[in-house]
T-cell receptor
Framework: AQSVTQLDSHVSVSEGTPVLLRCNYSSSYSPSLFWYVQHPNKGLQLLLKYTSAATLVKGINGFEAEFKKSETSFHLTKPSAHMSDAAEYFCVVSDRGGYNKLIFGAGTRLAVHP | DSGVTQTPKHLITATGQRVTLRCSPRSGDLSVYWYQQSLDQGLQFLIQYYNGEERAKGNILERFSAQQFPDLHSELNLSSLELGDSALYFC?????????????FGNGTRLTVT
């Protein structure tokens, strides 16, 4: 069965500094991986997805993630944090049981300080 | 705006009652998914419909049921409500039903059971 582990429940950075949100996955075959963001009182928005094409995936708002099979990781990065990046971020793996069942990590709350 | 509409935004009800949550998918999307987000369980997949037919089931209780109508909107029915059912319920939609079809989430219905 697939699963994802987000290694940090909270991350705090200063505005203008790099962001690193860590995610490890477990899958018996090549997974589809996603990062979603949830702003307060909002739904979930897709940041980026990996589906076995390029290992470095670029998403919206300057975020990117690198798929590393040897490390079973899919960490999310951004070179320079903005105040508007403060939100909860979810690493997600798709259960390839033939359908689009997403398995969410526990989430990482990102705080950005001035 | 994701294009997925959920109503109502908030619902407060008493234990033992029954409620119906409604979801209108994005125009053109055939798949509808329901997820539950609670503090203790995180985001959990409940059920998926594709073009009116149930496709996948997750951790959905027997007290809960859903359906997708010919116009593709979906309803999630929760009955014999318990305090532990208090959560944010998300609906999502996608064009297809496979893992390459990204999900678009609504803003959720916040259910409070008192």
């Amino acid at each position: 069965a697939q699963s994802v582990t987000q290694l940090d429940s909270h991350v705090s950075v200063s505005e203008g500094t790099p962001v690193l949100l860590r995610c490890n996955y477990s899958s018996s075959y090549s997974p589809s991986l996603f990062w979603y963001v949830q702003h307060p009182n909002k739904g979930l928005q897709l940041l980026l997805k990996y589906t076995s094409a390029a290992t470095l995936v670029k998403g919206i708002n300057g975020f990117e993630a690198e798929f590393k099979k040897s490390e079973t990781s899919f960490h999310l990065t951004k070179p320079s944090a903005h105040m508007s990046d403060a939100a909860e971020y979810f690493c997600v793996v798709s259960d390839r049981g033939g359908y689009n069942k997403l398995i969410f990590g526990a989430g990482t709350r990102l705080a950005v300080h001035p | 705006d994701s294009g997925v509409t959920q109503t109502p935004k908030h619902l407060i009800t008493a234990t033992g009652q029954r409620v119906t949550l409604r979801c209108s998918p994005r125009s053109g999307d055939l798949s509808v998914y329901w997820y539950q987000q609670s503090l203790d369980q995180g985001l959990q997949f409940l059920i998926q419909y594709y073009n009116g037919e149930e496709r996948a089931k997750g951790n959905i209780l027997e007290r809960f049921s859903a359906q997708q109508f010919p116009d593709l909107h979906s309803e999630l029915n929760l009955s014999s409500l318990e305090l532990g059912d208090s959560a944010l319920y998300f609906c999502a939609s996608s064009v297809g039903q496979g893992s390459n079809s990204p999900l678009h989430f609504g803003n959720g219905t916040r259910l409070t059971v008192t």
